[in-house]
């Protein structure tokens, strides 16, 4: 099957996940895609494919090589973000991409253009696949998974094709931050892996950001407005005053590279309680809890200043830097540069600027740095997605698996 006619069946599920919900998964919907793939690799010839009752995707292919071979794991996630609709997606294909602009949706005035999108200047003449404006496109991370399935569907149909065993497995969750917490390493059963989940082909990762979630509640006081000098705490005031404390230019529209920051994603209340949720970000663990102290220390100056206690903050770390384990197996990562030389890229080591499922697997005893899959603008209506980059993809993913 060609790979973007795979790529757009699987866009065509609603695999959206919820970050408020407690269920694994998070959504029934996503079992959809998740037993589509299930059967799938069972046509193919795929051994020991399993469909969880939590909706992870396990599937393996036994070595066929007289020589001993490392297993070699790739993974890819099936959700996609709460950030934006996945629901109804109609894609677009532009073939062989002129360059200049790309009208996305007319009536709203959206579109890419190189300006604002400077990757576009190295696509030029690719096969491009665009949103029409109206919803994400679900390159993050159904390219991902297009491209390891092409590639076992090459696996299964050229036996004569040497390599060891190959470890296949499709997450749930990823981007509510729960794609490993079901995920049975020892079933996976590789001694490495990568997560096919990044942007620009040429791009690999070991390092990511450190990842906590900060939620405050606020508890003020109500009053009738008109008698309320001296009673009132507004929940509301209270929470605009915290976020101003913590600074403009520890945000994510401020911030690159390995800067880190605050982000306020979600704010709700009244006058009475008001509940914020942050994401802290940073790639150092000791700038990380700095952060956490400033949140604590406004926190703390407000309801001194109030005289009272109405501010409460919940810390929950999310994930951690991979480069932690990952410096302890440097071959992996030597392994993927050399496969990009091999088939003609220059690589490139790029930070994360946000984390994987490869981030947890690491710290779960899986090394497991991240590929690209050839998406861009992830989370949102301006997502595409390149046709020959992710083909790419899965010859690096082939030239990999002779590595191993």
Known sequence: MLIEKRFLKYVSFDT???????????????????????????????DEVERTDQGIVYGKIYSNSDEPMKAIGFIAHMDTSPD??????????????????????????????S???????????DDLITTDG?????ADDK??????????????????????????AFTPDEEVGRGTENFDVKKFGADYAYTVDGGRIDEFSFENFNAYKADVTITGKSYHPGDSKGKMVNALTLGRQFDTMLGDNKRPEATEHKEGFYHLHHMEGDVSTTKMTYILRDHDMDNMHDMIHTMQLAASYLNQVNHGHYIDIDFTLQYKNMIEVINKTPDIVYKVKQAMI??????IAS???????????????LPCPNLGTGGYNYHGPYEFCSINSMKKGVKLLLELIKEA
């Open 16 to 46: 959206q996940s919820d970050e408020s919900s407690t269920t694994s998964p998070s959504t029934e919907k996503q079992f959809d895609l998740a037993d589509f793939l299930s059967e799938e690799m069972q046509i193919l010839g795929v």
């Open 84 to 113: 934006a609709s996945g629901h109804d997606i109609h894609p677009r294909i532009i073939r062989s991409y002129p360059g200049g602009r790309i009208i996305l949706n007319e009536e709203k005035k959206m579109y890419l253009d």
């Open 115 to 125: 300006e604002t999108n400077p990757e576009l200047k190295g696509l030029v003449g």
């Open 134 to 138: 109206t919803t994400l496109l679900g």
């Open 143 to 168: 390219a991902g998974v297009a491209i390891i399935m092409s590639m076992v569907e090459y696996i299964c149909q050229n036996r004569d094709f040497k390599h060891g065993d190959i470890c296949i």
């Open 342 to 347: 091999n088939i003609g890229l220059e690589p």
């Open 351 to 365: 930070p994360i600027r946000g984390g994987t499922d490869g981030a947890n697997l690491s710290f779960m005893g």
